[in-house]
């Protein structure tokens, strides 16, 4: 009698350190086990496909602080997390995310009013560039007419240079002769001067082209960086806007127990009382 009462006493010790292990290796085998602080904090549960860089992308717009969750939870394995498991977030990790992306909203603005300014300042560039292209061009043409003007002066005085010598009279043909040759060379002089003049506004102008498209190019990529930076600041307002409606939501630092544990905690009070009840039991009528 007493080695069943023994056995009996041996089979229900066995019987509660297995339902506590049971319990243990269920506890154990999570992998995320979140910790207790006295920080805010807030607690989210992983679904599936769920990553620890990208949940930080999500929650805290950053994903390159997933190590700073080590601070907040135990890990088995951060590159293993399963659909079901929970994680705790630092709120205040949060709000200083919220104060780094104000900071970045508040550099992006003032980088695009530098760059709106910088643009306008080009624009009056090219403006004033092309109306010193326009005068040029003006002035190009009136040297040109003065050339055509002074071509024809000249074929006008070779003409009269060719009738002179059909003149019979040898010392009218050579004083005529010298005056035509004199006021033709003075006329060639002149053309050679205002030949030069051309070429000089045309090097300018070809400089002036030069300089007016590469005020361009310089407008048009300002233009795109303004472009970029637009869309940096509507990413930068969007990540904000989410940022502050996960702080909003945020429910503090303690966690609700969860079905699962509640069931294993149950359990294992259930087997602890029975298992005293039966101890007790057999112990008393063992002293009858």
Partial sequence: ????????????????????TGVYVLSASAR??????????????????DTLWDLCQEYLKD???????????DFSNPDLIYPGERLRIPVSL?????????????NLNDELAASNEEAKATKELLENAEKELKKLMEDLK????????LEKELKSKDMQLKEAEKVSSEALTSIVRIELATTQEALQKKLNQVNRNVNGLEKLITEKNSAIEAIKGKIASIEQNNENLLKQIEMNQEALKELNIYL???????EEPSSTK?????VTTVAAGVGWFVLSSIGGRSGE
């Avoid at 995320?32 to 496909?49: Q, S, V």
């Avoid at 909003?248 to 303690?254: D, E, M, P, Q």
């Fill in 1 to 20: 009698m007493t080695f069943i009462k023994n056995t009996l006493k041996l089979t229900l010790v066995l019987y509660i350190c297995v339902a506590l």
């Fill in 32 to 49: 995320i086990t979140p910790k207790e602080t006295e920080e805010e904090t807030t607690l989210i549960t992983i679904k599936k496909g």
């Fill in 63 to 73: 994903p390159t602080k997933w190590p700073e969750l080590k601070k907040y939870n």
């Fill in 94 to 106: 949060a709000k200083d995310m919220g104060e780094d992306l104000n900071d970045e909203g508040r």
């Fill in 142 to 149: 009136k040297i040109q007419s003065k050339v055509a003007a």
């Fill in 248 to 254: 909003k939501n945020a429910k503090g630092i303690h």
């Fill in 262 to 266: 509640r069931t294993l905690a149950f």
